[in-house]
């Protein structure tokens, strides 16, 4: 009978690029950032988008934002596992073409549709990218506490990609074409370019898997069909067909996923891994502190242009200090994490998170911006804390070998958590939005179409004010705009309670699930005790090593 041999305890060597490992920390981490600042720097550009495009829905808006994360989550694993077999630093480099050359296609978008579809071809390019660059470290910085800082810088660069991306997109806006926060990214990624070509060391897995097809169409397929059911169960309603059929088809999918993936010889994703506390630990951590963080910097920068009357460039500066603060977590958790250890960290930034969202749902369109920086500092402070030791901790559980394959499992929680935090705390504010402004604007003098479009968008219900004053007086706009602002801050307010809920419920999960010391990846046939599933046979799952008995 056929027995499972893989081998992860791969020895760690030593690092002897020298110097030039520091050059690969610099390149991967400007990589990063490019790759998270265009996550978030079309939010800055959404108000503009309506006007550009057409009066673009809010269903639309939540494409062009979820469309990126989507494609960037769900080819994550297939480009990790990729990256340990044919070369780190090669699927770093094509990944980086795909990204420029998508990003010129957004550019020159002419429709929302276009755009869209732009979007989520630039999240196949990032999907190439980001594990690449976490295995590039790991293989770098062999040294724990070495790894730790480097983590940490990274995890530090992912942060203030976020915050920077409103600020270069509000400044790019105010000074050229909306399409240039797409074209920036070309020269940026020239430089990354050159900067792997010249201080990348090639790494890759020895032990050299092979591809499952089935796993990826299973997770593909599913992940699509869950998220479009998130999106769109506003406009379609909850318990309409559509998005019922689109709900059972993905529980069956990713549940013949789960049931492939268990037993197939070569898995895209080995389960096995989860059967460490650190590494799971680590993922529920990242997974959760994303949910919160992208669904508020979707709902915050539009709070900013459509309540406070900022237009990009201001919305993006106010966002700044966030990044200062998501820095300043990072450093605290390289500096202290020996001492105080993941659990502790990680629980804590996410208790200091959940604290933020709460503190949110007290914010009103009068609220004074210091306020709403000491609420930055708490979300940017805790998301620094659990990126950083997460990721170490996810990192830590695997062999050198595996570095991809643990990357790209580390950035799908993170993209996966922040697409569903798009998804449904933007879903969520669709609903308490659209259910306020149809009743008070059931009677309203206005017309029929002006009525549509304030129920679909916020930025066309900008527009429609614009318009009532124009016509009839500020009296009359003042009538439609406060409502308006109710509404935003009625799905505000209950999109950040729920995240806020969600995080300090994942507080109290990952300092539960988390071992007190570092927790050891226990080789593959035999985890904690716990026997290695059969596998499905050579023929259906195949091209991998099986020793004969």
């Known amino acids: 009978m056929n027995s499972f041999a893989v081998n992860y305890d791969i020895p760690i060597q030593k690092n002897r690029n020298g110097r030039r490992r520091w050059g690969a920390l610099v390149t991967v981490c400007l990589a990063v950032t490019v790759i998270v600042m265009d996550g978030s720097i079309v939010n800055v550009a959404l108000p503009t988008l309506v006007e550009a495009l057409g009066g673009t ?8 934002v979820d469309a990126y994360l989507l494609s960037f989550a769900v080819f994550l694993l297939t480009a990790g596992s990729s990256a340990d077999r044919f070369g780190r630093r090669k699927l770093l480099t094509i990944g980086l073409i795909v990204f420029a050359a998508s990003s010129v296609g957004a550019a020159f978008s002419e429709s929302a549709s276009w755009l869209i579809a732009w979007r989520a071809a630039m999240g196949v390019g990032a999907a190439m990218i980001f594990p690449a660059t976490l295995a ?10 070495l790894r730790r800082v480097a983590i940490g810088v990274w995890a530090g660069c992912s942060g203030l990609g976020v915050a920077i991306g409103p600020v270069a997109g509000g400044w790019l806006l105010t000074q050229y074409h909306w399409g240039w926060i ?4 070309v020269p940026l990624i020239v430089i990354v370019i050159v900067g792997a070509l010249l201080c990348v ?8 898997t092979a591809f499952d097809p089935v796993g990826n169409a299973l997770g593909i397929l599913g992940l699509l069909a869950l998220v479009w059911a998130l999106i769109e169960g506003p406009v379609w309603g909850w318990l309409s067909g559509e998005i019922l059929v689109a709900l059972a088809f993905a529980l069956v999918l990713i549940g013949g996923f789960i049931r492939w993936e268990s037993r197939c010889v070569s898995p895209m994703l080995d389960l096995r891994l989860f059967r460490s506390r650190s590494f799971t630990g680590g993922c529920l951590a990242i997974t959760t502190a994303f949910f919160g963080l992208f669904g508020f910097v979707f709902m915050v920068t539009q709070y900013f242009q459509f309540l406070q009357g900022y237009d990009a460039l201001g919305a993006g500066v106010r966002t700044l200090p966030f990044a200062g603060f998501i820095v300043l977590g990072s450093m605290i958790a390289a500096r202290f994490g020996e001492r105080l250890g993941v659990r502790a960290l990680a629980s804590a930034g996410l208790a200091l998170m959940g604290i933020g969202f709460l503190w949110v749902t007290r914010d009103t369109v009068q609220t004074p911006y210091l306020i709403l920086v000491d609420q930055m500092g708490l979300l940017g402070v805790g998301l620094g804390l659990v990126s950083a030791s997460a990721t170490d901790s996810i990192m830590a559980s695997l062999p050198a070998g595996k570095a991809g394959v643990g990357s790209s499992i580390n950035d799908t929680a993170r993209e996966i958590g922040g697409m569903f935090g798009v998804a449904i705390m933007g879903s969520l504010f669709n609903v308490m939005y659209r259910g306020d402004v149809t009743e008070a604007f059931a009677i309203a003098p206005l017309p029929e179409i002006a009525r549509e479009g304030i129920r679909d968008s916020v930025g066309v219900a900008i527009g429609v004010i614009e318009r009532v004053e124009a016509a009839a007086g500020p009296v009359a706009a003042q009538a439609v705009r406060l409502p308006v602002q109710e509404a935003f801050l009625h799905g505000f307010h209950a999109s950040s309670l729920m995240a806020g809920f969600v995080v300090l419920l994942g507080s109290v999960a990952v300092y539960l699930c988390l071992p007190r010391g570092a927790a050891k990846f226990a080789g593959a046939n035999q985890i904690e005790g716990q026997r290695v599933p059969e596998p499905v046979s050579d023929a259906v799952c195949g091209l991998t090593e099986i020793t004969g008995s």
Not at 182 to 185: E, P, R, S, T
């Open 182 to 185: 797409f074209f920036i990214n």
């Open 201 to 208: 060391h090639e790494s890759r897995d020895p032990e050299r």
């Open 57 to 64: 829905s809010n269903s639309q808006l939540q494409w062009i």
């Open 136 to 145: 590039i470290l790991t293989d770098a910085f062999p040294e724990p506490a």
